[in-house]
C-alpha cells in the first residue's frame, strides 16, 4: 500500500495484520508458509541480507501473529478444544460472539505488544525501508479475482451466520442458532 512508503514500522505492522488475518481464515501452517515465502521476496527487494535483525524479527512475527489470528474464531482445532475443556470442566459455556470478541482484542493488543516490543527494545535497523522508492507498484495494479471475492464473500456469510443468533431474535437468527457451526458451514 501506498501509505507505507516510507514508514518502516507502519509496514511492519501490515504484514503482521496480513498475517493475522489469514491465520484467522485458513490454515496455520499455511498461512506461515505464505506470508514467509511473500516476506522472503520482500527482503530480497528491499535489499536485507540473511542475518539481518529486522528480517528474523519479522519471520517470528509472522508465525506469532498467524497463531493470534488462528485463535480467534472457536471452530478452528485449538479454540474448540479449549472451549469444550473449559465447558467440561466449570459446567458453563461460552457463545460464539463473546468468544469471537474477546479473543479478538486480546490477540490484537498482543500483536501490538509484539510490534512495539520490537520497536522499542529490539530496534532492528528499519533504514532500508524508510525510502519512498516504491518497490512495489507493479503489483497494486492487481485486482481480486472472481474466485477470490466469492471466497471472501463466502467467509463473510459463514461468520454472519455464526454472529446473528447470539444479536438477533428473529426466524432466520433462530435457524441458524439450530444449526450452529457444522450446520452453517
Not at 511473500?38 to 519479522?58: M, N, R, S
Not at 507493479?138 to 472472481?146: A, N, W
Request: net charge positive; glycine share 6%; aromatic share 14%.
Amino acid at each position: 500500500r501506498k501509505i507505507c512508503l516510507g514508514k518502516p514500522w507502519f509496514f511492519t505492522f501490515m504484514i503482521f495484520l496480513a498475517a493475522y488475518i489469514m491465520g484467522a481464515m485458513i490454515s496455520l501452517t499455511a498461512t506461515i508458509i505464505i506470508m514467509w515465502s511473500i516476506f522472503y521476496e520482500i527482503c530480497a527487494v528491499c535489499g536485507y541480507k540473511k542475518g539481518d535483525k529486522w528480517p528474523a524479527y519479522v519471520l517470528v512475527g509472522i508465525a506469532y501473529c498467524s497463531m493470534l489470528g488462528y485463535a480467534i474464531f472457536p471452530y478452528k482445532v485449538v479454540s474448540a478444544l479449549a472451549l469444550s475443556s473449559f465447558s467440561a470442566y466449570t459446567g458453563l459455556s461460552v457463545d460464539f460472539g463473546t468468544f469471537v470478541i474477546v479473543s479478538f482484542i486480546l490477540s490484537f493488543l498482543a500483536m501490538l505488544l509484539y510490534l512495539l516490543t520490537g520497536k522499542i527494545l529490539i530496534k532492528p535497523d528499519v533504514s532500508l525501508l524508510q525510502t519512498e522508492t516504491d518497490h512495489f507498484l507493479h503489483l497494486r495494479q492487481q485486482k481480486m479475482s472472481r474466485q477470490a471475492k466469492l471466497g471472501a464473500a463466502t467467509i463473510l456469510l459463514l461468520l454472519i451466520m455464526l454472529l446473528m443468533p447470539e444479536y438477533l431474535s428473529n426466524p432466520l437468527a433462530n435457524l441458524f442458532g439450530t444449526l450452529k457451526i457444522t450446520g452453517s458451514i
